[in-house]
């Protein structure tokens, strides 16, 4: 049985403790209605350095955690997320777990068939539908047609172990998926290896069933850091600003003889992405309400992504037989 928090509260356990999983313990310790019950790392250096400066728990090992937890927040290497939320799901506990949701859509459909068997919330950190602008924008949106996005930042050592289609640009591949609500037919996509010896900076256009179309540029070696995440829709264009949290709608007011452009600014929650992501992972383990990004969803965007790595492989095999 999962391990319970002291007066009610739930006991929740952070799995990595590298920069992004000490956000989470932090954010985790300061919630209300939760006991961060402790911290855990393959690196035990890390997980006391963590753990010391909250005051919890460095726990010693991976069944350690899983034992002092009713849920866990999974922020390791993603060649590790299906092993550890195996383990967790097969424990009786709910997850969340980093994007993207795994691997392979093989151990995608693995941690999704195991949570619905025991009946556990497994959620997905697609971090930016969390994010105010995003949520203010989805509010407004109907029938998007055409998306412009650009993620783009400078190189760092980190997440080198996926390319940046898994890295950066998976995270507007979700929300493309979710504000269009249709299917890909077709995908060019390009990339290249620059810094590291996987794909750096890549390039993609989707067009959807609805006949939407996407362009998509990811990139992890440019000079500077870039969100901008815009779209048009009917008589409507939409600009949404991760850095800023904050999203603007322009339209055509057509009254009296010349027509205008009105700008308006969408009003959006306040507050931090991850501490709205870690607030509705509790509140779906304490209500057992569906989480907002499901492992279906995170598997639809995993699904995505690799059909763009895809076609960034094949793609170089060509320019590399022009070239031979």
């Known amino acids: 049985m999962p391990a319970e928090g002291n007066s009610g509260k739930i006991a929740v356990a952070v799995i990595g403790a590298g920069e992004?999983?000490?956000?989470?313990a932090r954010i985790l310790q300061g919630m209300n209605g939760v006991?961060?019950?402790?911290?855990?790392?393959?690196?035990?250096?890390?997980?006391?350095?963590?753990?010391?400066?909250?005051?919890?728990?460095?726990?010693?090992?991976l069944e350690q955690a899983?034992?002092?937890?009713?849920?866990?927040?999974?922020?390791?290497?993603?060649s590790d997320h299906a092993t550890v939320a195996e383990q967790a799901l097969a424990r009786g506990l709910d997850?969340?777990?980093?994007?993207?949701?795994?691997?392979?859509?093989?151990?995608?459909?693995?941690?999704?068939?195991?949570?619905?068997?025991?009946g556990r919330i497994l959620q997905v950190g697609h971090l930016e539908?969390?994010?105010?602008?995003?949520?203010?924008?989805?509010?407004?949106?109907?029938?998007?047609?055409?998306?412009?996005?650009?993620?783009?930042?400078?190189?760092?050592?980190?997440?080198?172990?996926?390319?940046?289609?898994?890295?950066?640009?998976?995270?507007?591949?979700?929300?493309?998926?979710?504000?269009?609500?249709?299917?890909v037919e077709t995908i060019h996509a390009v990339g290249l290896p620059v810094l590291s010896d996987r794909v750096d900076i890549a390039n993609a256009r989707l067009e959807f069933k609805s006949g939407?179309?996407?362009?998509?540029?990811a990139s992890r070696v440019s000079t500077e850091k870039v969100r901008k995440f815009r779209y048009f829709q009917?008589?409507?264009?939409?600009?949404?600003?991760f850095t800023r949290r904050d999203a603007l709608a322009l339209s055509v007011e057509r009254e009296g003889s010349a027509p205008h452009i009105n700008f308006r600014k969408l009003e959006g929650p306040s507050g931090d992405p991850l501490d709205a992501e870690l607030e509705a992972f509790v509140d779906s383990v304490r209500t057992r309400k569906p989480p907002l990004v499901s492992g279906i969803e995170g598997r639809a965007a995993l699904e995505l992504a690799a059909n763009v790595a895809l076609c960034i492989e094949q793609y170089a095999r060509r320019v590399h037989e022009v070239n031979a």
């Open 129 to 183: 539908r969390f994010n105010p602008g995003v949520i203010a924008a989805k509010a407004i949106t109907r029938k998007p047609m055409f998306f412009e996005i650009h993620r783009l930042g400078v190189f760092a050592p980190r997440s080198l172990d996926v390319d940046v289609v898994y890295d950066l640009m998976i995270h507007d591949l979700d929300l493309v998926l979710w504000l269009t609500g249709s299917r």
């Open 212 to 217: 939407a179309v996407a362009n998509l540029t």
């Open 66 to 78: 899983l034992g002092a937890a009713q849920a866990v927040s999974v922020v390791v290497p993603t």
């Open 234 to 241: 009917p008589h409507e264009y939409i600009s949404i600003d």
């Open 20 to 24: 992004h999983g000490g956000n989470h």
């Open 95 to 118: 997850v969340l777990v980093e994007k993207p949701i795994a691997r392979t859509l093989e151990e995608a459909d693995r941690l999704i068939q195991k949570a619905h068997e025991a």
């Open 35 to 61: 006991e961060l019950a402790g911290v855990y790392d393959i690196r035990a250096e890390r997980s006391q350095e963590v753990a010391a400066g909250l005051g919890v728990q460095a726990f010693e090992n």
